[in-house]
């Protein structure tokens, strides 16, 4: 299966740990509506699918997408 055309990436929130997030294009980068996480933590990565670290997005956003995990 697809990733859609970059609407999804999986970003790695710890080693070998990523979460399925959709990305929202028409939202500015630094929004914490950027980003929606739509899968739970998993090990296992399509080959096909973007890698991001958590790292590389916003602070704002790294804390709505960790509080989205949470609930």
Known sequence: MGLKKGKYVY??????????????KNKADDSPKKYRVVSGVTKHVPA????????SIPEAARKSILEQLTT
Request: cysteine-free; hydrophobic content about 45%.
């Open 11 to 24: 970003l790695e929130i710890s080693p070998e740990r990523y979460v399925k997030v959709r990305v929202i």
């Open 48 to 55: 096909t699918a973007t890698l991001m670290k958590i790292d």
